[in-house]
């Protein structure tokens, strides 16, 4: 199974911005579905954004669609969430995931699980 780490967390006022990456190992991240999940305290992990193997395909949670953009980048092995017009519902510990599906959207489709990284965004 590919490791995977995440970076690019922090502290950011409500309406800014952050880029989460995601960084691969053992193994390429085009041969995989790429996904983005959050966490904040007392609550369940939760779906943000998945790009598919293949074909690329983004999907992201209702939350936020047109703040958050899913990409990759097959020369670095990495996959990107850049987050716009966070607000302080965003915050929580958000996880890259990964699954040799085409494309999935729960947490139990996914095989392989980063650390993850803090996100607090303060009102």
């Known amino acids: 199974q590919v490791q995977l780490v995440e970076s690019g967390g922090g502290l950011v006022q409500a309406g800014g911005s952050l880029r989460l990456s995601c960084a691969a190992s053992g193994g390429s991240v085009s041969a995989y579905a790429t996904g983005w999940f959050r966490q904040a305290p007392g609550k369940e992990r939760e779906f943000v954004s998945s790009?598919?193997?293949?074909?690329?395909?983004?999907h992201y949670a209702a939350s936020v669609q047109g703040r958050f953009t899913i990409s990759r980048d097959s020369a670095k092995n990495m996959v990107f969430l850049q987050m716009n017009q966070l607000k302080p519902e965003d915050t929580a510990v958000y996880y890259c995931a990964s699954t040799k599906r085409e494309m999935a959207y729960t947490v139990s489709d996914f095989a392989s699980w980063g650390q993850g990284t803090q996100v607090t965004v303060s009102s």
């Open positions: 790009i598919s193997r293949i074909l690329r395909n983004t």
